[in-house]
């Protein structure tokens, strides 16, 4: 623990697959993504669960992949349930709060594990806030 009773960061994430190529996921996909790799903020986890909500249109382009990180801390954002039926990360209630964006040459699958797709209303309400 740090100091006044808030974690550090804890540097060190788990890969989330075999090294491989970068790859573009698709809109709306859930993924529990290594957030050294994120290019905005400084997220306090190892790993977070986040929507994908922009793939650009060119792999290898130099526009980045944008997401909006889940928590289940208490934040401002859109509201989610808990949903073991989609993965065991999200086994608390949370919200989509955070904005930020991955370089594509580091959404790889040593850094990215694919959870599955978020579901209607929680998707169009996530797009809807955020772009």
Not at 44 to 58: D, L, Q
Not at 60 to 87: E, Y
Not at 94 to 114: A, C, H, I, Y
């Amino acid at each position: 623990m740090s100091n006044h009773g808030r974690r550090s960061h804890a540097w060190l994430a788990k890969p989330k697959g075999a090294a491989g190529e970068p790859f573009l996921p698709k809109v709306g996909e859930l993924y529990l993504i290594t957030t050294t790799i994120f290019t905005l903020g400084n997220d306090p986890g190892a790993s977070r669960p986040a929507v994908v909500i922009v793939v650009p249109a060119e792999p290898g382009s130099r526009f980045p992949i944008q997401v909006v990180t889940r928590t289940s801390q208490k934040a401002a954002g859109v509201p989610h349930p808990a949903d073991r039926n989609l993965s065991s990360y999200l086994d608390k209630d949370g919200m989509f709060s955070d904005l930020t964006s991955v370089e594509q040459q580091l959404w790889r699958p040593e850094n990215v594990k694919r959870l599955g797709e978020l579901p209607e209303p929680y998707l169009s309400r996530v797009l809807r806030r955020f772009t």
